[in-house]
């Protein structure tokens, strides 16, 4: 009777862990982060409205290691 408990609980941990893992999207890839941030930017009118996307865009992909581009 215990062991049937017990493996009911594992199961169910089993089960809810699958499903936590599901749920979680996967993280962005840093290079594709840095061009959603430039889009962003351009879209918006810039940082602080200075229009200046290009030198935030370059900054990143550097500190990221992506190719520049």
């Known amino acids: 009777m215990k062991s049937r408990k017990t493996l009911f609980a594992a199961l169910a941990a089993f089960a809810f862990s ?5 749920a979680v999207p ?8 840095c061009r959603t941030q430039y889009q962003n930017c351009m879209t918006n009118g810039g ?6 996307c290009e ?11 992506c190719p520049l581009e």
Do not use: E, H, Y
């Open 18 to 22: 699958a499903s936590v893992v599901a």
């Open 26 to 33: 996967p993280p962005l890839n840093p290079c594709k982060q």
């Open 47 to 52: 940082l602080d409205g200075s229009r200046d």
């Open 55 to 65: 030198t935030p865009f370059s900054q990143c992909l550097i500190s990221a290691g």
